[in-house]
């Protein structure tokens, strides 16, 4: 296997990583602010302690998901910048399509 071969695989593999991650991320951070939203709601509504301590408990995962999900995150975002920086030393590369499909994810990931 090439050169070229491994770093177009390597790219493919890295940017699925961290489109996969960032949509992770912000569905957990979607799915807190619903809870919150619901927590709020049962403690105006006067809701049983029962629904009230499990969306808390809800929340508290959710909020650990969040955490864990942008830490991951991170980490694929900087696998992927440094891949990108090795390409940008290889002339032929540095206009290759796979290279400037990462940069765009890199771009709308790193938002």
Same mark, same amino acid.
């Given at each position: 296997?090439?050169?070229?071969?491994?770093?177009?695989?390597?790219?493919?593999?890295?940017? /699925? #990583? &961290? *489109? +996969?991650?960032? @949509?992770?991320?912000?569905?957990?951070? @979607?799915?807190?602010?619903?809870?919150?939203?619901?927590?709020?709601?049962?403690? &105006?509504? $006067?809701?049983?302690?029962?629904?009230? *301590?499990?969306?808390? !408990? =809800? =929340?508290?995962?959710? !909020?650990?998901?969040? *955490?864990?999900?942008?830490? +991951?995150? $991170? /980490? &694929?975002?900087?696998?992927?910048?440094?891949?990108?920086? $090795? #390409? %940008? *030393?290889?002339? %032929?590369?540095?206009?290759?399509?796979?290279?400037?499909? &990462? @940069?765009?994810?890199? %771009?709308?990931?790193?938002?």
């Amino acid at each position: 296997m090439s050169d070229k071969t491994t770093i177009h695989r390597q790219l493919r593999i890295k940017t /699925g #990583t &961290a *489109k +996969r991650l960032f @949509k992770e991320h912000l569905s957990y951070q @979607k799915e807190e602010e619903q809870l919150k939203r619901k927590l709020d709601k049962f403690i &105006a509504d $006067g809701a049983e302690d029962w629904d009230i *301590k499990n969306t808390r !408990n =809800m =929340m508290e995962e959710s !909020n650990k998901l969040v *955490k864990d999900t942008s830490k +991951r995150l $991170g /980490g &694929a975002v900087q696998d992927l910048r440094e891949l990108l920086v $090795g #390409t %940008e *030393k290889d002339p %032929e590369l540095a206009s290759d399509e796979e290279v400037l499909k &990462a @940069k765009e994810v890199l %771009e709308e990931v790193s938002v």
